[in-house]
């Protein structure tokens, strides 16, 4: 990997120095590390959304065989800079390097999965309707529609994912393969892993003869170049994954502009756990064992570690109670991310306290020189169904390696406690089988409240495939009928377009008769892979 040089990649080049810069900090050590990094300028958020712009239009119409091309090519550079990449995300976010190691080959498995989506290309749904002309008492036009690319999108970097849901993540590689030229706001915590993939990406762009503007990269440590971006006029989407207040912030400023375009903003869970009788009578304690290890792998800091864990009052549960409590206090204290992190976990902690959470156990403190970084302990605690439903604001989301165990005492708190729960990205259930039929009813309001339902498993950790969902009503994401991981994430970044008696030639190969992309299409009602026979 070159010299990193602390400026934004706008076009084939470099963006504009700056009086003021910033450092990405080492939170295991607080080390401010090198280089400095200078904030974009309005004049280069411009000049990368014009670039963005005029690449839309080319990018937009390019073979499904060059945007393929252009993420594996993505992928075959990450890797080929791999050992450099994840020294210098360990150094900026404290994580180990087994864990950024697995989220580099997560990385490029993912940009080789949409590759093979935008190559195949059957996600624009190609539809056509045969025109009838003898049809009375109206002849029927020919229409025919499929999905195509929005233009540019706004990608902002993750604070937890330095690399699977920033520069060249999830967002990035759905976006670019339907179509769409990125701008990536890269996140402030890990500027350095940020520039050494937007130096890939760039390359990769510029050796497949590609617009030079489907592909920008902009700093900054604030919230300034975030801001000018969801309000650019030439903007057409936004992808996020953080904060709620973050993503919800956006969403104001996307729905305020002139033309409101889409945010897809993931802002978090606490993914709740619900263990049924039967399951706590016959596996408390290895219930605890996986649960300890959900809500405290990586520090806690996964958008789907469980954060709330529901029982039935007594001493079945007390028997997954105890060893979970046992655990917690035996778990060595990590890093956390950055020091905002560090801020909003004793703010999260803060809260359950004062609205009235029993600690029920606290992980080891920092010793020696961990005091030096951010560090952050597992902690566990306790309230009563009838806490909670007086305070939902138990319920909200404590980002860390924390869990809140509720009890409830009767079926009407059982049930008040998942109304009172907001839309999730996961909810576990844990039961023997034959126990889910007499709680079918729930199950089914249960399934309302989440994108992702587990049986008798945990839900830390997001399979990348077709059928993933990696989404969830309001306020989960900000769009309920989406997900951010799974092909199906390339449909957020396109809309339906309608072709009625176009010629031939003057058509998408997606929609002409002879379907020489050879896609499977919905053609008079029913699906064909072949093509429509030559009119006389």
Not at 42 to 52: I, N
């Amino acid at each position: 990997m070159s010299e990193l040089e602390g400026l934004s990649l706008i076009s084939f080049d470099r963006g504009a120095t700056s009086a003021r810069t910033f450092r990405g900090v080492n939170p295991a050590t607080g080390e401010a590390l090198e280089p400095p990094y200078h904030p974009a300028a309005p004049a280069d958020v411009e000049r990368a959304c014009r670039l963005a712009d005029e690449a839309s239009l080319s990018y937009g119409r390019s073979a499904p065989a060059a945007r393929a091309g252009l993420l594996r090519g993505i992928a075959e550079g990450l890797e080929g800079e791999g050992g450099a990449i994840v020294a210098r995300a360990q150094a900026e976010t404290g994580l180990p390097q087994a864990r950024l190691q697995s989220e580099l080959a997560r990385t490029c498995h993912q940009l080789r999965l949409f590759a093979g989506v935008a190559e195949d290309a059957s996600w624009v749904d190609a539809r056509i309707d045969s025109a009838d002309p003898e049809r009375k008492p109206l002849p029927r036009p020919d229409v025919r529609s499929m999905r195509v690319p929005l233009g540019p999108v706004a990608v902002f970097g993750a604070s937890n994912f330095p690399l699977a849901f920033s520069v060249a993540g999830g967002d990035a590689a759905s976006a670019l393969a339907a179509g769409n030229p990125i701008l990536v706001k890269a996140h402030a915590a890990h500027p350095g892993t940020s520039e050494a993939v937007g130096r890939i990406v760039q390359a990769a762009v510029r050796s497949r003869g590609l617009p030079e503007g489907t592909f920008a990269l902009l700093f900054d440590d604030g919230f300034g170049v975030g801001q000018e971006l969801v309000q650019h006029p030439l903007v057409r989407a936004v992808g996020f994954t953080g904060s709620r207040s973050g993503g919800l912030a956006l969403l104001r400023l996307a729905q305020a502009r002139t033309v409101p375009i889409p945010v897809y903003a993931e802002m978090g869970s606490v993914n709740p756990v619900w263990v049924l009788p039967g399951a706590l009578r016959e596996r408390a304690a290895a219930i605890a064992e996986g649960l300890h290890a959900s809500f405290t792998l990586g520090v806690g800091q996964f958008c789907t570690n469980p954060g709330v864990v529901i029982l039935e009052a007594g001493p079945a549960g007390e028997a997954l109670v105890q060893p979970l409590a046992e655990r917690t206090r035996a778990t060595a204290c990590g890093v956390l991310l950055n020091a905002g992190i560090h801020a909003g976990y004793d703010r999260g902690l803060e809260r359950l306290r004062r609205l009235g959470g029993r600690l029920l156990a606290q992980g080891a403190a920092p010793q020696g020189d961990r005091q030096q970084g951010v560090m952050g302990s597992a902690t566990l605690w306790q309230a009563e169904a009838a806490q909670v439903l007086a305070e939902p604001g138990l319920l909200d989301e404590v980002f860390g390696p924390s869990t809140l165990v509720v009890c409830y005492r009767s079926p009407e708190e059982l049930e008040g406690l998942w109304l009172a729960l907001p839309g999730q990205l996961t909810a576990s259930i844990h039961a023997l089988p034959e126990e889910l039929a007499a709680h079918a009813p729930l199950l089914e309001r249960i399934a309302r409240r989440a994108g992702r339902l587990l049986f008798n498993q945990f839900p830390t950790g997001v399979e990348v495939n077709h059928a993933m969902v990696h989404g969830g009503p309001f306020p989960a994401t900000s769009d309920g009928r989406s997900t951010s991981v799974g092909t199906r994430a390339i449909e957020r970044f396109s809309r339906l377009l309608a072709f009625q008696s176009f010629p031939q030639q003057a058509l998408p190969p997606e929609l002409q008769d002879a379907n020489p992309r050879g896609l499977w299409r919905l053609v008079d009602g029913a699906y064909t892979r072949g093509a429509l026979p030559v009119k006389p």
